[in-house]
Structures are given as structure tokens and as C-alpha cells.
């Protein structure tokens, strides 16, 4: 049996896969001058409150483009 341990990423409660992929996107956009961090996504978007999260912190600004 293979059992993954999340709780070494992300903070507050956050963690998995979306939070990884953040903790690698996110540095590199603030590595590139990046002063907004746009995601797209549905109604319930993990990922987009994900990035809301992280890219408060991040950039100036974070927008999440929600379609209904």
C-alpha cells in the first residue's frame, strides 16, 4: 500500500495537487513581474479559490472569472 502525505503543502486547510501546481506556478510569476494572477473556472471552482488564495499573496491582484 502507497499512502501520500498532503500535509507537508499549502497552508490553512489547503493542500493536493492544485496546491502544488500553485506552489511552483506562483513564485515564477512573481519571478517574471507579474502584478495580476487571472483564472478562469466554473461554478465551485477548487482551483480557482485555490489561486485566489495563493495569489492574494502573490501578485497585486487576484481575479477568478467565474461562468455560470
Do not use: F, H, I, Q
Not at 497552508?11 to 513564485?27: D, F, H, I, T
Request: hydrophobic letters at 40%; a positive charge.
Amino acid at each position: 500500500m502507497w499512502l501520500k502525505d498532503e500535509s507537508g503543502y499549502g497552508s490553512g486547510g489547503w493542500g493536493g495537487n492544485k496546491v502544488r501546481k500553485l506552489e511552483w506556478l506562483l513564485p515564477e510569476a512573481r519571478r517574471r513581474g507579474a502584478r495580476t494572477v487571472l483564472s478562469v473556472g466554473g461554478l465551485g471552482t477548487n482551483w480557482g479559490l485555490a489561486e485566489l488564495s495563493g495569489g492574494s499573496r502573490t501578485a497585486r491582484c487576484a481575479v477568478l472569472d467565474v461562468a455560470a
